[in-house]
């Protein structure tokens, strides 16, 4: 069985040593550099907790599979460490929320629990001096290193003789009798497999549709900027959603790494930074953390979320093409969904077996709806029912 | 004084130059290795002087001269300088994070080991939510036909934005839009055109020794010197090419300092343990100061617009501009094309970038593990992404890829131009 895998990124990667793992052939084609578009350097949080019990569940499991990924990847070291998680909030409504929620957490085994102002104070003491808080949820989390969990991933496909086409884009999926046979390469050639699956990222909804299968997907851009290293001062992942949605944390090397998100970013392609994004994401922060003011930063960059409609991936068969599977539209949760998705997926494909926990995120749940994907807007309004 | 000097500077002594003074030249650690560090570039690009003061962190060669300045020669810390040395690049695949159930302690432990200075344990000014009735800088936006970056000569009008006149360009957008800070908050200014005249940066011989104390810029020598840094009779060894001679004659004339060498051939090494005391060229030269007259030019603002760069062919490589969008305009030193000295084989034990204490003998191990993209090499070593953001070290990383025959890749330069803290960007955007 041999797979053509369509981007080179952490879930690219990780299905192709999966299936490798089982015994099957996979080709990675990378249209840039391997982890090319991505939003995160340095920050992929593996977080237990979400906002609905599907989510929470297979983020959990996708958490445990963290855990084994230094052995998976033979290993390298991915830098993957153990930390908290500070979910700050501003607002009674926010708190009411959380308390709401926390049957759910408990039943899921999400390690998650609201907490009053002072807990959060202790657990990120730079949001002393801040804006009041009014409460928070801490839960258990882990911080991946980003780049070293994803070059472990790539050291380990290399050594287990996954195939790479680098420098080369797939324009679309070839088919013979309705069914997925290849991919058309930029240069003119074609490479064929058993199956092809669709693991391109931020290019995965466009990639899709020049396929000739719909898919809901559509890339938005979400900025970081990092500062120059400290001595420690905070260890857990902090975000926030009052008055936008926004988060922080310090990596190993002692750098902050955050960002703002502005509500009306619209949705499409654009990996490009911006002059404002530096403006609005300092003074929020500041508004939080004075004490970061010193801080100075270095560098800002971008990257794209590859977004749903419900915010939930695209994992699966594309019923419209048999023999194309899906394994993205990850919205924002690429590093802590990845390496469990490809598990189960590579299981499935090697005919092993569909996990029924893949069943929300079949890429068929949208056919004969009307649905789109919208701007950012509220976060906790992306999650209503 | 260099009309196309990239930053602000002023004759009056810096914290650099009273460092140099009392001949203590080490001001910081490296964040890393806890190696010492000093003022190179005296300029305030190179950011290997930064160090906490009682307002935040400043940079030596830009801090008055009566600030009170660590003493970073007693560092408990430096034993884990070796350790950290011992686990290139960075603390990846370390076998010493084994067994799986430490990884996490020693994680979090190594976190710890950094010379990085700490955060002030009170913010400085009030929180600006706090302020009444001014919640932060105003963000403006603004139109203007012409742009010119930098102090170069531009006979033509236009928006001139120049450090030595208090703003900065943080960085060049998409869809010509420059990201100015001043006085007057944040200016997105949308132009038509831009001329780029931000002058040129020095470059570091890649050989051992090139991160000791004592190594200046030529254009440091000359603000230190205009300073009254330099006691008379300072023996310096000079790198320069041709052209920068008489530059450097001038400097050393000018303020009485002896030149006890001067070529365009880089030394064998830099001597001394925690500061320059002698090169090795053709025997030992005993000296205090090595300067470096080697140039390259200030690219990082026109390849944040879209120009490309290519390491140049001839002599010691350094990155110049091929290709520019039509509506930018790159003149000066800038533009240079050539270091003007022969080429030296880089040494393994020579760091390539002084931010991030990266080796070269790193970079070869991470290209012969298949890191042969500069994106990649960026990532995995930490070499660029410091806070001189490749000033420094972009040509070495790219002339060590090719020494390894890599196929050339284009470089990427981001937002921003300079540091700037937190609180002086915090604006109503």
């Given at each position: ?11 690219g990667?990780?299905?192709?040593i ?13 249209a840039r ?29 996708a958490?445990?599979?963290?855990r ?8 390298h ?16 409504s ?9 049957p ?6 999400a ?9 959060v ?9 801040g ?9 258990d ?8 969990a ?16 680098l ?11 309705g ?28 990639f ?5 299968v ?41 750098e ?14 654009n990996?490009?930074?911006s ?11 500041l ?10 930063v270095?560098?800002?960059?971008a990257?794209?979320?590859d ?7 695209l ?19 690429g590093?802590?969904l ?16 569909t ?12 056919t ?8 950012h807007?509220?976060?906790?309004s992306?999650?209503?029912? | ?11 009056s ?28 570039c005296g ?6 002087c ?6 935040g ?78 919640r932060?800088?105003?963000f ?7 742009v ?23 960085g ?17 200014v ?5 001329t780029?005249?931000?002058g040129?940066y ?37 790198w320069?090419?041709?052209?920068q ?11 009485a ?40 030019p200030a ?5 944040q ?10 002599g ?21 094309d ?33 890191f ?27 002339a ?26 915090a604006?109503?955007?």
């Open positions: 069985m041999h797979s053509v895998i369509v981007g080179g990124g952490i879930a990667l990780a299905l192709a999966e299936l490798r793992r089982l015994g099957c052939q996979a080709t990675v084609v990378e550099y391997p982890g090319a578009g991505n939003t995160t350097r340095n920050v992929g949080r593996i977080r237990r907790m979400q906002l609905t019990q599907d989510l929470t569940e297979f983020s959990c499991r958490s445990d599979k963290w084994t990924v230094a052995k998976l990847t033979g290993g070291n991915p830098l993957v460490y153990r930390t908290r998680y500070v979910w700050v909030m501003y607002d009674q926010e708190l009411d929320t959380a308390a709401a929620m926390q759910m957490w408990i039943s899921c085994n390690r998650a629990r609201p907490v009053g102002a002072a807990e104070l202790n657990a990120v003491p730079v949001l002393r001096g804006e009041p808080v009014a409460g928070g949820v801490i839960g989390a882990a911080i991946v290193h980003h780049d070293a994803f070059y472990a991933y790539l050291l380990r496909a290399r050594e287990l003789g996954v195939r790479f086409e420098g080369q884009r797939a324009l679309a999926v070839q088919t013979t009798a069914r997925a046979t290849g991919v058309a390469l930029a240069d003119g050639r074609t490479l064929t497999g058993d199956v092809v699956v669709n693991a391109a990222g931020g290019m995965a909804g466009q899709a549709r020049d396929s000739g719909s898919a809901p997907n559509q890339p938005v851009r979400r900025e970081v900027l990092v500062t120059e290293p400290s001595k420690p001062f905070m260890t857990p992942a902090v975000t926030f959603y009052r008055p936008q949605e926004g988060w922080f944390n310090q990596t190993l090397r002692g902050l790494v955050a960002g703002v998100v502005d509500v009306g970013e619209p949705l499409g392609m990996e490009a930074s002059f404002r994004f530096l403006g609005r994401t300092a003074r929020v922060l508004e939080k953390a004075p004490r970061l003011g010193e801080l100075k270095v560098r800002q960059w990257g794209v979320y977004t749903t409609p419900d915010k939930r991936p994992i699966g068969e594309y019923p419209e093409c048999p023999g194309f599977f899906a394994l993205n539209g990850w919205s924002g949760r590093m802590l990845a390496p469990l998705s490809a598990e189960l997926l590579a299981r499935q494909l090697a005919g092993r077996g996990d029924r926990m893949l069943e929300p995120f079949s890429p068929g749940r949208f004969g709806r009307d649905v789109a994907v919208t701007a807007g509220d976060y906790y992306g999650y209503a029912h | 004084m260099n009309a196309e000097s990239p930053g602000p500077h002023s004759s002594p810096s914290a650099a130059s009273q460092a140099l003074t009392d001949g203590n030249l080490a001001i910081t650690r490296s964040f890393r290795f806890h190696r010492l560090r000093g003022p190179l300029r305030g690009y190179c950011y290997q930064e160090m906490p003061t009682s307002r962190r400043e940079l030596a060669c830009q801090a008055p001269s009566n600030t009170t300045r660590p003493s970073p020669r007693r560092d408990p810390l430096r034993p884990l300088g070796w350790i950290a040395e011992r686990f290139p690049p960075w603390f990846y695949d370390s076998q010493a994070l084994r067994p799986a159930r430490l990884r996490d302690a020693s994680l979090h432990a190594l976190r710890f080991l950094s010379a990085a200075p700490p955060l002030s344990p009170a913010p400085l000014t009030e929180p600006i939510w706090k302020v009444a009735g001014r932060a800088l105003p403006s936006e603004t139109s203007a036909d012409h010119i970056v930098g102090s170069g000569d531009c006979p033509e009008p236009g928006y001139r934005v120049d450090l030595a006149e208090g703003s900065l360009a943080v060049l957008y998409p869809d010509r839009v420059l990201g100015v800070l001043s006085v007057h908050g944040l200016t997105a949308h132009f038509r055109r831009i780029i005249s931000t040129s020095e470059r570091l011989p890649p050989i051992i020794g090139n991160d000791l104390p004592g190594v200046l810029g030529i254009g440091a020598l000359e603000v230190y010197g205009a300073a009254g840094g330099l006691r008379p009779g300072t023996r310096i060894a000079v320069a090419p041709r052209h001679r008489d530059r450097a004659e001038a400097c050393a004339r000018r303020h300092l002896t030149i006890v060498w001067m070529d365009e051939q880089a030394p064998e090494a830099i001597l001394g343990r925690r500061r320059v005391r002698a090169i090795a060229a053709a025997g030992r030269i005993d000296c205090e100061l090595f300067v470096t007259a080697v140039r390259q690219i990082e603002l026109a390849l617009g879209g120009a490309t760069a290519e390491l140049s062919t001839h010691l490589p350094i990155l110049a501009i091929t290709g520019i969008p039509d509506w930018m305009q790159v003149t000066g030193s800038a533009a240079a050539t270091s003007g000295v022969p080429d030296v084989p880089a040494q393994d034990r020579a760091f390539a970038c002084l931010c991030e204490d990266v080796r070269v003998g790193d970079l070869q191990a991470c290209i012969r593990q298949g042969s993209h500069p994106e990649l090499i960026k990532r995995r070593t930490g070499a660029m992404t410091g806070p001189c953001q490749g000033k420094l070290c972009s040509a070495s990383v790219l060590v890829l090719r020494e390894m025959g890599c196929a050339p890749a284009p470089i990427r330069a981001r937002p921003l131009a300079r540091p700037v803290s937190l609180r002086e960007l604006a109503d955007a």
